[in-house]
């Protein structure tokens, strides 16, 4: 079996609790990681510090933690990371999603197995305050062909359930800006030639806290989901008329009130389980 990191990034606003049941969920999986690598992105209120470090201790040697004082974002603190990861197969996880305890066995396992995939995701549950009061389930699309035809829309993957191969994540230029910076590498990683597939089954419980639906809008979510696309169609990887619907699309779900955008998600964009 290939030995793999996981990275993982937190900020100042983590809900200490919510760490606890990630940290949990990644120490009892059936295959363990050979290294925990924890980005610090920004100082962290000494409660967050306390409690990392005290995991740290707790599994000495599994657990590295790195970072800088002032908060950068995801994207940053991923490839801040990326160079304390000691191994080529790396996944990904949030601080308040709960991975399934087979997650990392069955991810790596087909990893070591398909040498030419260089992404590899899964579906998730979503939950809401526990992970045993799922409220629906997201599906993704199984192989390369369908994950390209996806990304002309929105990203093929869920980012907290990846697993990818650093070299073909640096080749591709790493993580860019600060929203949907996920999403900008797996297009920049087609692009490139590197081939993607997900896992048909759900591996991940995806926690929606109160404040979900609220972070989805507002301008400045607008402003770079133009840029997004906008660099999608400068890339050749979608048309005029396609980038005017994404932007289009896109910019009305992000200013519309949030109990609004609410409905629409659970409405629409949720298959119920």
């Not at 295959?31 to 306390?50: S, T």
């Not at 601080?95 to 995939?117: A, C, G, N, W, Y």
């Not at 996920?182 to 991940?204: A, C, I, P, T």
């Not at 609220?214 to 607008?222: E, I």
């Amino acid at each position: 079996m290939e030995p793999f990191s996981i990275l993982m990034t937190i900020y100042y606003r983590e809900n200490p609790l919510f760490i606890r049941d990630a940290l949990r969920s990644i120490l009892n999986q059936t295959l363990m990681p050979n290294e925990i690598v924890i980005v610090k992105d920004g100082l962290l209120p000494l409660e967050l510090d306390r409690l990392l470090k005290r995991y740290q201790e707790d599994y000495a040697g599994n657990i590295k933690l790195c970072g800088y004082e002032e908060n950068k974002g995801q994207g940053f603190a991923a490839n801040f990371g990326l160079e304390f990861c000691s191994y080529s197969l790396v996944g990904r996880m949030d601080f308040d999603d709960i991975s399934k305890p087979m997650r990392f066995q069955k991810q790596v396992d087909f990893m070591s197995t398909h040498e030419e995939i260089a992404i590899l995701g899964a579906w998730f549950e979503e939950f809401e305050n526990t992970s045993g009061q799922c409220i629906s389930l997201k599906r993704f699309p199984e192989v390369h062909e369908e994950l390209v035809h996806l990304s002309k829309k929105r990203s093929p993957f869920a980012h907290p359930t990846v697993f990818f191969r650093k070299e073909a994540v640096l080749d591709s230029g790493g993580y860019r800006g600060r929203i949907k910076e996920d999403y900008n590498l797996w297009v920049r990683m087609f692009l490139k030639g590197y081939r993607g597939h997900n896992l048909q089954e759900s591996l991940l419980f995806y926690r929606i806290t109160k404040d979900f639906y609220r972070k989805k809008g507002g301008f400045y979510h607008v402003k770079e989901e133009v840029k997004l696309h906008y660099a999608f169609f400068k890339w050749k990887h979608i048309n005029w008329l396609e980038m005017l619907r994404n932007i289009l699309i896109n910019t009305a779900f992000r200013m519309i009130p949030s109990v609004v955008r609410k409905k629409i998600y659970v409405k629409f964009l949720r298959r119920q389980i």
